[in-house]
């Protein structure tokens, strides 16, 4: 029931179930966060929402199921928990677009949705290590340079963290 809720700047760790879930019809904007889950990372339904510069560490990544599409864009999207497994972004309603996301370590990156419109890399991210995990980029990562406006893709991307 929020309307132009904004959550931003957050790290959402060791979570056993969905990481987060959107579920209202109103403008609700994610940035700059970070996601990292043992199911799903994040389950958009019914949202008129704005997803931006997250970072995702999944066995399942993206689940959109609801009429709206929502603005997923300059994310990383990674599974590091069970690689060669699982879905970056499935989409209930077939042929909508994701384009700026770089998904890697799923089986497939998407399903009834796809990445054009944008460059497609798809790559390791090259996140720094350490315990709890880093996720800001190395200095060679691609994904440096990557995001829809030139910058830096993922939950460090906006550089305000």
């Known amino acids: 029931g ?16 969905t990481g987060i879930e959107i579920s209202d019809v109103a403008s609700l904007s994610l940035i700059s966060g970070i996601v ?6 994040v389950h958009v ?3 008129v929402a704005s997803i931006t510069f997250l970072t995702v560490n ?11 599409k929502p603005n997923l864009l ?14 970056g972004i499935e989409e209930v309603i077939a042929s ?20 054009s419109r944008a460059p497609m ?7 720094f290590g350490g315990t709890p995990f880093n996720y800001h980029l190395k200095d060679g990562s691609p994904l440096k340079n990557a995001s829809s406006k030139g910058g830096e893709m993922g939950a460090y991307g906006n ?3």
Do not use: M, W
Not at 2 to 17: A, K, Q, V, Y
Not at 74 to 85: F, W
Not at 108 to 114: D, G, I, L, R, S
Not at 121 to 127: A, I, R, S, Y
């Open 159 to 161: 550089g305000s963290f």
């Open 2 to 17: 929020n309307r132009s809720f904004t959550f931003s700047h957050f790290d959402f760790r060791e979570i056993l179930g």
């Open 45 to 47: 339904k019914g949202a």
């Open 58 to 68: 999944a066995p399942k990544g993206v689940l959109i199921d609801g009429a709206e």
């Open 36 to 41: 990292e889950t043992k199911e799903l990372g």
């Open 74 to 87: 300059d994310c990383i999207i990674e599974n590091r928990t069970n690689p060669g497994s699982g879905v």
């Open 121 to 127: 890399l798809n790559v390791d991210p090259q996140f």
């Open 96 to 115: 909508r677009s994701y384009p700026f996301n770089n998904i890697h370590g799923y089986f497939t990156a998407t399903k009834n949705c796809n990445q």
